[in-house]
DNA sequence: TTTAGGG
DNA sequence: CCCTAAA
């Protein structure tokens, strides 16, 4: 077997049948001597996003036109909280579970099984808040008591107006203004007596309930994307201009609301999107979602009316119905992203795809203390530690992180060696971009070794105790969560244009184990590779290192722990378009190129010609893309939209589709003679 | 699956 | 970029 084709056989074609296309096709290495060139870069550092502040933040849109935004802003707090609560109610040990006071959280006896939130005043504040919202209706369905806690018990309960938050009554914004929530719920709570040290007991609302109560601790930063149904009502540039921010503050165990009034910055972004975690902040249209789905998290529950999951694998949008059928779905309305998406990659550096998870880059700029050099710009990220020496206001109790810059795994580069410095610029913006806009996972090492439990403490993970952090690093991996098919995509997979590292139909199930792939990245990178592996430990995939073994491990219990998160997120964002990759001008020379030679009609050996490599690049993607190029051809210049292309360039696209519509024309006489 | 073409 | 009929 001649080895360049077994070098190929990881990805989606195989087969004997094939095997003489793969040999005359011009490999990457001849690709190189072809006038073309290739640049790997490895371990690309990009700087976290120049306007990164001082910390991470959790961005919670209050819309300004819908009436209540005190009720708003706290049915979403307590959405944050009942998520973060039901992810990590069994992880919390039995000595940290009695720290925190403010919020609680709990579990009622009657049949509602609601809970119940205890949120206080704080004394201090002049304008006394008071948060009288019954009845929170999100998915698991939350009620809220007034306050009938003792603000002294409690003092790293700072809430404040949140009209002075949101500013969304039109009062003065005040951004430094902050509301604390703890992070804990306790058994001591739920016997109504909270004492804190030094102060007086504090009444909590006493329920007899029989079962424990929900215990529970905020983890580090958990963050998800707002449903977009927030922005759409809004004009663009108000979109966003009132944003709660949750974040973890200085004082830990709270989570801090911060006016983003003042932010010019934030009125060009295109979406709330802050993501480190999984959870998600619902929207009044996406809990009316969630109530009419079934409530069961089984796998293979169908969350779509029709009776089928609705998801998506490699562009292409289908039902999946249980006798595993496909078939096409045209329920546009569906789409969760109904506004428009302006240019990608300058208003959302740093967030994934669609699809993926993403990574904020509407970071807080209020405090602005230090770090005047945006380029090293630094998380704060509050620990959340249920301290069992509660020392409110501690500082010991907070870690400072400092990142410089993340790195971003391999990323491979073709460009002719006619292209202008400009243009390289460009590809290797291109590639950033796919990088990190196919959804990127954040991965925390410790001292070289992967942390992989996120629902523990830093504390317990140690890295609290890491006083400097060199230990500490911060790492992109591919979070492509498709790797890890939800269940209602295991029956029946589409393989075909999958990425190369999917774990093969065989695994279906619940295997953990999955098979080993390996892989020859030198001719198989494109610019999706990074984007294409499945969120795995750091140890087991050199990602640097373009020549190396893959291997899939085995998927960590803590990652299966948030499968269920995963897949009613992935569910939902199945049905979401593609994300817009304009082509390069590399890329259009590469298809211009390739349809000079094999003509207009045969897409999928122009795909196999020029495109091999760009796995989001389908034959239709290149068919269409030529039709649009034929178009913008015989515009004017004027007219046309996007990248500028070189006359020349479109000089060939003419040439080349008059000379193949001639010799089809051609053809077509002599077959009908 | 691939092609072709409308949306 | 999506969708889908038809091959």
């Not at 992203?337 to 990608?344: I, L, V």
């Not at 009613?568 to 817009?580: D, G, K, S, T």
Request: aromatic share 6%.
């Amino acid at each position: 077997m001649l080895p360049r084709v077994s070098d190929r056989t990881e990805t989606d074609r195989s087969g004997a049948t094939k095997t003489e296309e793969l040999v005359q096709k011009p490999i990457f290495k001849d690709m190189v001597s072809q006038t073309r060139l290739e640049y790997g870069f490895s371990g690309y550092q990009v700087p976290v996003f120049p306007r990164a502040s001082r910390s991470a933040r959790v961005r919670v849109p209050i819309r300004k036109k819908s009436g209540n935004s005190q009720k708003r802003a706290f049915e979403i707090l307590v959405s944050v909280a009942g998520e973060l609560l039901r992810e990590s109610r069994a992880s919390v040990p039995e000595d940290q579970q009695n720290a925190s006071k403010n919020l609680v959280l709990k579990e009622q006896e009657d049949e509602r099984q609601s809970l119940k939130c205890n949120i206080s005043d704080q004394e201090t504040c002049d304008e006394k808040t008071f948060i009288s919202y019954h009845q929170i209706d999100t998915s698991n369905k939350f009620s809220c008591a007034p306050d009938r806690f003792n603000s002294k018990a409690c003092a790293s309960a700072t809430l404040k107006s949140f009209d002075q938050l949101a500013n969304v009554s039109g009062r003065n914004a005040n951004p430094n203004a902050e509301l604390g929530i703890s992070s804990l719920v306790s058994r001591e709570f739920s016997e109504g007596k909270v004492e804190d040290a030094g102060t007086e007991p504090s009444i909590i609302q006493t329920s007899r309930s029989e079962t424990p109560p929900l215990t529970g601790s905020f983890d580090v930063l958990q963050m998800d994307r707002s449903p977009s149904d927030f922005f759409c009502s809004d004009s663009k540039a108000s979109m966003f201009k009132d944003w709660i921010t949750l974040c973890p503050s200085r004082h830990s165990d709270t989570i801090e609301l911060v006016n983003r009034d003042d932010d010019k910055n934030y009125n060009r972004c295109t979406q709330a999107a802050t993501t480190l975690k999984t959870f998600r902040l619902q929207s009044n249209a996406a809990d009316q979602r969630i109530k009419n789905l079934p409530s069961s998290r089984h796998w293979g529950v169908s969350p779509n009316l029709n009776g089928g999951a609705s998801f998506r694998n490699d562009g292409k949008r289908r039902m999946m119905f249980h006798d595993g059928r496909t078939s096409y779905s045209r329920q546009r309305s569906k789409r969760i992203s109904s506004f428009k998406r302006k240019d990608f990659f300058n208003q959302r550096p740093f967030t994934g795809s669609d699809r993926g998870f993403q990574f904020d880059n509407r970071f807080n700029h209020a405090d602005k203390r230090s770090d005047g050099d945006n380029s090293n710009a630094a998380i704060r990220v509050g620990t959340s530690i249920a301290s069992p020496h509660l020392h409110l206001g501690s500082r010991e109790r907070n870690v400072k992180l400092r990142i410089k810059s993340f790195k971003v795994p391999e990323l491979l580069v073709e460009i002719p060696t006619t292209a202008t410095v400009g243009s390289l610029k460009r590809t290797v913006m291109e590639a950033v971009t796919t990088a990190l806009g196919d959804g990127l996972h954040v991965g925390i090492l410790l001292q070289g070794k992967k942390v992989r439990e996120d629902s523990k403490t830093l504390l317990q993970t140690g890295i609290s105790r890491d006083g400097k952090h060199r230990n500490l690093g911060f790492m992109l991996e591919p979070g492509h969560p498709q790797i890890i098919p939800p269940p209602c995509m295991r029956e029946q997979r589409i393989t075909r244009n999958a990425t190369p590292f999917t774990i093969e139909p065989g695994t279906s199930g619940v295997s953990h184990v999955p098979p080993v792939t390996s892989c020859k990245n030198g001719a198989e990178s494109d610019f999706h590779l990074v984007s294409s592996l499945p969120n795995i430990s750091a140890n087991s995939i050199t990602l640097l290192n373009s020549q190396s073994v893959l291997s899939i491990p085995a998927i960590s219990v803590g990652a299966l722990a948030v499968v269920p998160i995963h897949h009613r997120a992935r569910c939902r964002e199945f049905v979401q378009r593609r994300i817009r990759r304009p082509f390069s001008v590399s890329e259009v020379e590469a298809l211009v190129q390739a349809v000079e030679k094999l003509g207009t009609g045969r897409w999928r050996d122009v795909k196999l010609r020029a495109f091999d490599n760009a796995k989001h690049r389908t034959y239709v993607d290149l068919k269409d893309k030529w039709k649009t190029l034929v178009h913008t051809a015989r515009i004017s210049p004027q007219q046309r939209r996007g990248e500028p292309l070189p006359q020349e360039l479109l000089d060939r696209v003419l040439a080349v589709h008059a000379y193949w519509s001639q010799q089809q024309a051609k053809q077509l006489l002599e077959s009908g003679v």
